[in-house]
């Protein structure tokens, strides 16, 4: 019989929108793809300030060894993710439009690994401080600094863990086959914070176009070897986009509301991506930081669709032709999923930590239709998972209307796409809503 208190059922939210799920390759274990030639290592690979290279032109690295750090509470440390030869540190200009200074090493084809060892976690101090040196940031893409969101300020009360399964982009893979493939890595790790926390509720929420991987976490969750005081439990989500956001994912777990502003601390929460967990468990184990990361390649323009294991900062262009190079000729490269990735001009950019898909798509699928007048129908507005007015705030943006982009909350958005998607007359609403992001952040201070 099955243990129906583990079957515990969502809270409704609001908005999100149905779309293909095009999970291609779900099944398909994971390569693990040689080192390249050569690695460019961005020094901000996270939210917060950027990192300082601490090493030279000429130097050799190894594998592991931190080659960036700052002295900023909200940073991570940066490591070589190859052995090799620092040949030149210049600008990058990245997917963003943000020029970020970084270190290309030339590899010594060794691949050898500075000396690792589990780090002391005896105390929670120790423990946060290992995590930093970890250089983890949220895997799932934001890449907040992990051990400033595990440090949580003495004024906030945590009783809930949520671990983010839900993987809720179109054909990005990644998560779910860290499920498969680490499934124990997952666990441990959430052992490792709910320890750490002091919490007694952990919920791990995981969409229901994933069967296989609800079914394994289940098995493992409803063992009461494992969990004897019952408290892991797993949710099957509603496959709805964008479930996988922050906020609703809290509100679908829990039924709270972050409030504009806030964060899920505010609301008695901690969110980690499932990527991240297992990775904090296996660093836990060995001692070596983040330095490799599993990534997503797929698209009509890909010949051999796969998620790849690769070492943080390969040029894309490697890892394509590792994947048999392209099928057809590419019309539209992205940096993530087709919802909330951003294109690229060519593939020489290289994956970052918290890369998590590359997707290549040829002719028929890249080109976009044409924009035409706002038709006033509302679905922009319907299906915004933070109530909020997109037709409003595009316009405003377009405007340079500063005054009704705070107005009508822009900063609440979550850029997740979903009000493009739905638009009849094929506006490109998000790019003017993240163009008006950058219109607030840029605003001088009165």
């Not at 001692?287 to 490799?292: F, Y």
């Amino acid at each position: 019989m099955k243990n129906l208190i583990k079957q515990i059922k969502p809270f409704r939210t609001k908005g999100g929108i149905h779309i293909s799920h095009n999970k291609n390759t779900a099944a398909r274990l994971s390569v693990v793809m040689p080192p390249p030639k050569h690695v460019i290592i961005p020094m901000l690979q996270h939210i917060g300030a950027p990192c300082n290279p601490i090493v030279k032109v000429g130097d050799k690295v190894k594998a592991g060894q931190v080659i960036g750090d700052s002295s900023s509470f909200v940073s991570a440390p940066i490591h070589s993710s190859i052995s090799g030869v620092v040949k030149e540190i210049s600008s990058v200009l990245m997917p963003n439009g943000v020029t970020i200074e970084s270190i290309v090493i030339e590899s010594d084809g060794l691949m050898e690994h500075i000396e690792c060892t589990p780090p002391d976690v005896s105390t929670n101090d120790k423990f946060l401080k290992a995590v930093r040196e970890s250089g983890l940031v949220g895997l799932g893409g934001a890449g907040f600094p992990a051990h400033v969101k595990l440090r949580v300020p003495a004024d906030k009360v945590i009783d809930t863990l949520l671990i983010n399964g839900a993987e809720c982009e179109p054909f990005i893979t990644s998560d779910h086959r860290e499920i498969m493939e680490n499934s124990w890595s997952v666990m441990s790790g959430i052992y490792a914070i709910k320890e750490l926390l002091g919490i007694h509720k952990v919920i791990i929420g995981v969409e229901s176009n994933k069967p296989d991987a609800i079914e394994l976490l289940k098995s493992i969750a409803d063992n009461k070897l494992h969990d004897p005081k019952d408290e892991v439990k797993v949710m099957t989500l509603k496959a709805l986009y964008p479930q996988g956001a922050e906020k609703m994912l809290v509100q679908a777990c829990t039924g709270r509301r972050i409030p504009p502003g806030k964060l899920p601390s505010d609301v008695g929460c901690v969110v980690m991506n499932v990527t991240s967990v297992a990775f904090l468990a296996q660093y836990l184990k060995s001692g070596i930081p983040l330095i490799t990361k599993r990534i997503t390649v797929d698209g009509s323009a890909i010949k051999n669709p796969q998620n790849v294991i690769v070492p943080v900062g390969t040029p894309i262009k490697d890892i394509i032709e590792f994947c048999g190079g392209y099928s057809a000729p590419p019309k539209k490269i992205l940096y993530g999923g087709p919802m909330m990735g951003l294109a690229l001009s060519d593939d020489s950019l290289p994956i970052l930590k918290q890369t998590n898909a590359i997707i290549a798509f040829a002719e028929k699928e890249a080109v976009l239709k044409k924009a035409d007048s706002c038709i006033r129908c509302g679905r922009c507005i319907d299906n915004c998972p933070m109530s909020l007015m997109p037709v409003m705030l595009s316009v405003a943006a377009e405007k340079k209307d500063l005054e009704k982009l705070k107005k009508y909350d822009l900063s609440s958005c979550l850029e997740c796409g979903s009000c493009s998607f739905v638009c009849p007359a094929h506006r490109h609403i998000l790019q003017s809503l993240r163009i008006g992001k950058q219109l607030l952040k840029e605003e001088k201070p009165k």
